[in-house]
Structures are given as C-alpha cells and as structure tokens.
C-alpha cells in the first residue's frame, strides 16, 4: 500500500542521520535540507545532539510522533525500531535503506519478514529494503547523486535496483529529461513496481499528473496487475518505456515440443509488454532515449527529413532509420529550387537536406520552414547542427528552440558537440529541451516508439470456436502428456482451424484404398513418436501404391510406432504457431513463418494469451521477413488475414482449455486454397 505519508510527510525522521554526508544518513539529511523540505526533520544518533541543524534523538523512543522513518542503520536492528516506531510514534510510512536482509542470507530473509509482518499490522507503507529510498517534489529521501531537476511535468522513474536507477539518472539528466519521482523498491516484500503503478494510475489526474513512466525491472511477481495498470495508464495518455532484466537463463528449461524449446519468459516479457502497449528497451541509454522521444511532439507518419550541415551522420541517421522501417523519402520538384536558391552553392536539398558547414542559422531556419510548410509528405523532421567553428551555435539553437515550438511536426535535435559547445547544448537544454547526441541512437529509440503496439482492451474472440465442445474434449481426457491423434483433430476442428485431409491405420491394405481415394502424391508420418523427423517418420513425396507399401512395412517396425498416417501432398509456403505455458504469464503465442526462418534464424513473434486480431496483425507485422508475406520474386503472397484469425483461434482455445501446457502447428501450410493445418502436437498436464 502507498499512503500520503509515504509520498507527501508531515514530518520524516532518519535513523542513523549523521554529520558525514560520505554515509547514507548524513547524505539523506543534507539531500532533504538542500531539497528544501517544508516538514520537520528529526534524526537518531546516540552520539550526537544536533546533525546538520536538525534535532537529533539518542533513541527512537524519545522522539515525537513522525510520519516516515528512513532507516540507515544495521539490518539486525530494523525490526525493533520499525515496530517501536508503528506502535508507539504513529509512524505509517518506512523507507529502510539498509541492506542484508533477503537478498543476502535467509536470516536477513527473517528479518525482512518479520518488518513486513509488522508494517502490515499497523498499516504502513515499506519502501525497501535494500533501496536508495524515494524522492518527488514533497520530499528527497534518497542517499545518493545525481538529484534531477524535479517538476510536474517530468518523468516518473520506477526501478528495482538503486545503483541502476543512480545510472538511469545519471544517463537522462545529460540529454535533458527532468524527473516528477524516482522510486527505488529494492527487495519489494511490500511495494514493488507494479505497486508503484498501480498508484499511478489510481492517482493520476488528466491535467496535472505526468505522462512518461520508466521502469526498470527485474522480477515481475504479478504480470496481470502489471499489465492492467499499464495499459491503463497508456490508455489514459500515458507513454511507457522499460527494461526488464534476468530473463535470459529461463530459456535453457527442458521442453519437448518445439515450441517449448523456444519459449522464454524473455518470450512472456515481451508478450506482455505488447499487449500493454509498453515500448521494450535493452539498455539505460536505449530507456533515456526513448523516454526523450515520448517528450516530443508525436509521430504520426513514418516519413523524416533530415536537416544537417554533416553529411556522415545524416547518412548513418538515414540507413538507421530505414533499417526500422521508416523512411527518408527524396524530395524533389521545383519547389526544392526556391530552397536550394537560399542556401550556399553546393547545399543538397533532396533529403538529406545538407545545409554544409558554413550554413548559417538563417539557412537552418530556412530548412526547417521548407520541411514544415511545403513539405506536405514529410512526418518529422531530424535536425544534425553541432559545432563546426564558424558559425554562432547560440543562434542555431535559438532557431531550433524557436521551430520546436512553432512547427506542428516533431523536430529532434541531433546536437553532438557536447564538448566544443558544452556550454550551448547546455543553454539549449535549459530552455526545457532534449538532445540526442548521438544519430543512430535516436533511429533505434524512434523504431521503437513507431513500432510498438497499441494496449488492447478487446474482449476474447469466440465467433467460430466452440467452447462447449473444446472443454467437453479437455474433460473427456484421462492421461496426461501429449494427445493421440485423434483428440489434437478434435481439438483444433472446435476451434475453426482448418486441417488437412488425414488417414491414419495400421492396415496396410486399409492405408493403400484410402490413399486411392486422396490421390497420389501422398505424404506418410508415423503415428506415436513425438519428433517423427527424428527416427525417419516422415517420407513426403510418395508417388505411387508401391511406394506407399514399402514405406508403411519400414515405418510400422520404428520404435514406438502404433500406426501410420497418410496426407495429401500440399505445396505452399510453411508457416508455424504454437504455444507454451509460462508460470504467471499464462499461455504465450509464438508464429512466424516455417523452415529456416523458425529452425535456424528464430524470427519469431510473441504474443500472451488471450489475443485480439489488432494483435496478431502487430505480432506479423513485427517478423523480420514480413516482407514475404507480401509476396516476393513472383511469389504469391500469404493470406495474413487468414493467419492472424489462426492465431486468434488458438489463443481462444488455450484460454479456455489451461490444461494445455505446451501446443506446436508446425507446418501450416499457405496453399492457394487458404492456410491448412500438416501437422500438431498439443502436451496436456490436468
């Protein structure tokens, strides 16, 4: 729970508080009194009288009541003090900055529960431990540097690790960002990140609350809320960046389908944060980055244009945003003219517009007007202006600062020369602006902003899947481990997917009239064997009876095999689907297209269970070779209406069938006549 004296006290003590600002409780006063924290501020110490101008007690016990208690002192003597406290000083909020408690040892493990036990009893917010500590524009209860500019219109920072979220400021306060709070949740027995948005998004107010949100996670303990409250924040206006660490080493678990080797939680992660709309980053750069995008106008086309008096960054910029998918499109006609009769000979204005290094702040004026008003295809504009020694770089900036707020469309400042014009870029930022510095930096943050899905608030999808009979199927099974044959058709024709003809007997006089019926060419898989491929169960291709014969006797002496199935020998492009459960996360969604692209280059999508249309087309949409799906070299295309509706169809099932715990369609066939089920395997756990 987080209360008012959490996040706007009356009063705050430190105990532990100290004269030297080199230890957490002496650098927590001095932050508070620079800060200028309008309560009272009270300290513990038993040696001294007076810490830094600020009443100090020899023991908790004689204190006045106070609202927070930061605690800098030895984990072992927590406990008593926090309940001292609670009891006795109508203390309802704790910050413990201490470490060596859960995180070390089990019996810091003890500790850490028996504060929780007692902040619980008397209603109290916990904070840590094992964190910084806490700051917003009422209080700054940290111990450490930088302290950001804090202001209303900032970021909220919401991290798991102190010293990370020290680097994420450290990072953010170079390119510009001001901050509204900084949360440090350490170990989080009580209020963890998704607690800390939870309040967000119950508190926040459409004309007053900030709108850019940065996590920085490294254990999700309740995905749902999590994603309930981010989306909900998104929803309301909100824009979302965050990293989530650890989540690499999940993938090594044991699975037997194909899809279970490949899920993750890395996987569920990324699911997750499409389905709440959050843009996923890799790196503290990568967060602050994409962070400063979110305080820029917004983007409503993919189309830049790029303002420079450098040619090598504006062509690293170009193919930076071109490998995302954005374009810089060339500009070209007669108007183009007018504007390059403005500037110096030897200027380039088809886009890159190259203004050169002597280019004036006039000519970077210029430019920007051409791009804004006569460019009516153009997007955003990127402008690259650093300091090349012969122009005022004070001017250039103030043009740009002026252009940023006339201009309809985006600009994003490119500002390299952080050293050489140190003082400028200064100047520039403090007129309430962001830099990227670097230009590929800025492309890779802006794919990410461009690419990322919308929050879905649709309801499941049922048209076409029978529900009645999928769980009538789920509660006719009795074993567990993966299906026979005939439950995976079962399963997969109530939810509307599409399959191929199949025949499947142990009779080979049976198996050759129905392979007259199909028509040759026919393909032959072994029935019982999970990986068919493995032990030579599969034969495509198979041209005639003869063949078929001989391939049924070899194929019935496999180990393990029960039967024989044959199909129509389907030609298409592969495609696959599966699903995996993840603890918490529940059902993941993988697609992507079959063979190579699945085996060998993992291009695949994620997608958490249950899934709307929108977001199985964001999940295609996002495979590296997409392209394909359009058609490519006289190819015919892939039906991605009809793949996403598979898509849809399987995640309502795995909604309402959990006992599947792991699910492969591998291949799915985009043939001429529509995408058609080859092959599935579905593992079930009661």
Not at 134 to 150: A, K, Q, Y
Not at 219 to 248: E, F, M, W
Not at 385 to 390: D, K
Not at 630 to 649: H, W
Request: charged share 25%; aromatic share 6%; proline share 5%.
């Amino acid at each position: 729970m987080i209360n008012r004296e959490l996040v706007d006290p009356q009063s705050i003590v430190i105990v532990g508080g100290s004269n030297n600002v080199q230890k957490p409780g002496g650098k927590i006063i001095r932050n508070l009194l620079e800060g200028n924290f309008k309560g009272d501020i009270y300290a513990v110490n038993p040696k001294e009288t007076e810490v830094q101008g600020v009443p100090c007690f020899a023991s908790v016990d004689m204190l006045p009541p106070v609202e927070l208690a930061i605690l800098a002192i030895p984990a072992v003597s927590c406990p008593a003090v926090v309940k001292l406290l609670a009891s006795e000083k109508s203390t309802k909020a704790f910050v413990i900055i201490s470490a060596g408690f859960a995180e070390e040892t089990p019996e810091g493990e003890k500790l850490e529960r028996q504060i929780l036990d007692t902040v619980n009893y008397y209603g109290a917010s916990l904070i840590g431990p094992n964190c910084i500590g806490l700051m917003n524009r009422n209080h700054r209860s940290v111990f450490t540097l930088p302290i950001p500019d804090l202001n209303a219109k900032g970021v909220d920072l919401v991290s798991s690790s102190g010293a990370t979220a020290v680097y994420i400021l450290e990072s953010a306060i170079g390119k510009g960002l001001r901050f509204n709070s900084v949360w440090s949740v350490g170990n989080a027995p009580q209020i963890g990140v998704e607690d800390v948005l939870e309040y967000l998004d119950r508190t926040f107010e459409p004309e007053t609350s900030p709108r850019i949100k940065m996590l920085y996670i490294e254990n999700i303990k309740d995905p749902d809320r999590l994603l309930l409250h981010a989306s909900s924040l998104i929803r309301k206006g909100c824009k979302i960046a965050a990293v989530k660490s650890g989540s690499s080493e999940s993938g090594s678990r044991a699975a037997s389908s194909h899809t279970g080797a490949m899920a993750s939680s890395d996987l569920a992660v990324e699911a997750l944060f499409r389905k709440a709309g959050i843009v996923r980053c890799f790196s503290r750069e990568d967060l602050t980055t994409v962070s400063c995008v979110f305080t820029l106008k917004e983007i409503y086309g993919r189309n830049f244009a790029i303002v420079t008096h450098a040619g090598g960054p504006a062509v690293m910029l170009t193919d930076a945003l071109s490998k995302g998918g954005l374009h810089v499109p060339e500009i070209k006609g007669e108007k183009t003219l007018m504007l390059k009769s403005e500037l110096y000979p030897g200027a380039s204005v088809a886009n890159p517009i190259d203004i050169l290094a002597t280019g004036t702040p006039e000519h970077l004026e210029k430019a920007i007007d051409f791009c804004e008003k006569e460019c009516p295809e153009i997007d955003a504009i990127a402008v690259i202006f650093g300091s090349p020694g012969l122009v005022k770089v004070y001017d250039a900036y103030d043009v740009l600062h002026r252009k940023m707020e006339e201009c309809s469309k985006p600009i994003f400042p490119v500002l390299p020369s952080v050293v050489t014009a140190g003082k400028e870029v200064e100047y520039f930022l403090n007129k309430g602006h962001v830099n990227f510095s670097d230009e590929v930096e800025l492309a890779t943050a802006v794919t990410r902003v461009c690419n990322a899905s919308k929050p879905t608030n649709e309801g499941i999808e049922l048209y076409g899947v029978d529900v009645p009979r999928i769980r009538r199927i789920i509660d006719e099974i009795t074993e567990e481990g993966y299906l026979s044959h005939y439950y995976v058709q079962q399963l997969l024709a109530a939810a509307g997917i599409q399959i191929v003809r199949e025949e499947v007997s142990n009779n080979k006089k049976v198996l050759l009239r129905k392979a007259e019926e199909i028509g040759y060419p026919v393909v032959a898989k072994v029935v019982g064997p999970i990986h068919k491929s493995d032990i030579g169960g599969v034969v495509v291709n198979i041209q005639s009876k003869k063949h078929l014969a001989f391939e049924f006797e070899r194929m019935m002496k496999l180990p393990d095999v029960s039967a024989v199935m044959i199909q129509p020998m389907l030609q298409g492009k592969e495609l696959f689907v599966g699903a995996k459960y993840e603890p918490r996360f529940g059902h993941i969604i993988l697609c992507g297209l079959g063979g190579i692209f699945v085996e060998v280059l993992r291009d695949i999508a994620s997608g958490l269970a249950p899934l709307s249309h929108n977001e199985a087309f964001s999940m295609i949409r996002s495979l590296r070779a997409y392209k394909m799906f359009r058609g490519v070299r006289g190819e015919a295309p892939i039906d991605e209406v009809q793949f996403a509706e598979i898509i849809v169809r399987l995640s309502t099932l795995l909604r309402f069938a959990t006992e599947i715990k792991e699910m492969d369609i591998n291949p799915l066939l985009a043939t001429s006549q529509g995408i058609i089920a080859v092959d599935a395997r579905i593992r079930v756990k009661k």
